[in-house]
């Protein structure tokens, strides 16, 4: 068997890297090992070859084509044999062969309305995509049975897990899965790539595009965010009138108004009643009895 270059070799496509593929893998994919341009194969299939070769058309099913972006699994009754990974043209014994062919181009897999339990024990309905190519050949047409169906389960079994640690939302400051999007992104490609380098698939990229509660309970945590809200918002409020009450008090004598302790209650009362309510304020004029 001699190896070199492919007997044809096809001009080299150029490849744009999509700015949205930033995440790389933490295991790399260990290459197939690859077969030369003339490839006789075991003895067996030597044997036939020679007596079929009595026909000269016989070997004209010698020659089989690879395209950019393709691998193909070579097999020789039933046994791996090699891969031949680099577009061309081989010259293989046709006798007791299989190719097994798999695209390389980068693709995508959208993982719809997942529900999950998060860290606070809510239904969340999560949206992911998980960008990848396969590198492998022999991994993907022999060593699983599906390679796209294998990944499909093991996303959402990685997604489940990671999203699973996370509250859908915090408000002490903590991580959570509406601020925590690249590093949950960097944790789901590193736990996901274990999982699927069996297969033969790299794993480039994996996002949550959707995030929303679970319909059962989507109305009560509105509620409850709504109610936060206005806590944080009241809050806000309530100091502010603090300050400007007390900044109008000390304007006030500064400008030569000499305000008594009941003058100053007053003026404090009034500023805070009337930036702290809900209603327009009702101007009203006191009227001194005699």
Same mark, same amino acid.
């Given at each position: 068997?001699?190896? &070199?270059?492919?007997?044809?070799q ?24 690859t077969?030369?341009?003339? #490839? %006789?194969?075991?003895?067996?299939? @030597?044997?036939?070859?020679?007596? /079929?070769?009595?026909? *000269?058309? %016989? ?21 791996y044999?090699? #891969? ?6 081989? /010259?293989?014994? *046709? ?25 606070? &024990? ?15 050949a ?11 169906n294998?990944?499909?389960?093991q996303? #959402? ?26 590093a949950?992104?960097? +944790? ?8 699927v #380098?069996?297969? &033969? ?24 965010? @709504?109610?936060?809200?206005?806590? +944080? ?15 109008a ?9 000499r305000?008594?302790?009941e003058a100053? +209650?007053?003026v ?20 001194? %009895?005699?």
């Open positions: 068997m001699a190896s &070199g270059a492919p007997l044809m096809m001009p080299e496509q150029q490849v744009m890297a999509p700015q949205a593929l930033l995440a790389q893998p933490t295991i790399p994919v260990p290459a197939d090992p077969v030369g341009t003339i #490839t %006789s194969g075991p003895g067996l299939s @030597q044997a036939l070859f020679c007596v /079929c070769c009595i026909n *000269p058309m %016989s070997c004209l099913g010698c020659f089989t084509k690879v395209d950019q972006n393709e691998q193909k699994a070579l097999l020789f009754w039933g046994k044999h090699g #891969t031949l990974s680099e577009p061309g043209i081989y /010259c293989v014994n *046709p006798c007791g062969r299989e190719l097994r062919s798999m695209s390389t181009k980068y693709n995508t897999l959208e993982l719809k309305d997942i529900k999950v339990v998060d860290a606070k &024990g809510s239904p969340v309905v999560v949206s992911g995509v998980v960008t990848y190519a396969i590198v492998s022999k991994k993907a047409c022999i060593d699983v049975e599906n390679p796209q294998y990944l499909r389960l996303s #959402t079994a990685a997604l489940k897990h990671v999203t699973g640690r996370y509250p859908y939302s915090s408000s002490d400051g903590r991580g959570s899965l509406q601020t925590e999007g690249p949950i992104s960097a +944790e789901l490609v590193g736990i996901l790539q274990e999982k #380098t069996i297969a &033969g698939i790299r794993v480039v990229n994996f996002e949550i595009v959707d995030l929303s509660y679970a319909a059962e309970v989507a109305q009560v945590m509105l509620v409850k965010q @709504q109610a936060e809200a206005l806590v +944080e918002a009241r809050r806000l409020i309530v100091s502010s009138a603090v300050d400007m009450a007390h900044q008090v000390v304007q006030l004598e500064a400008q030569g108004s305000l008594c302790e100053r +209650e007053r404090t009362t009034n500023l805070l009643a009337v930036i702290c309510s809900h209603a327009p304020a009702t101007p009203t004029v006191p009227m001194s %009895s005699r």
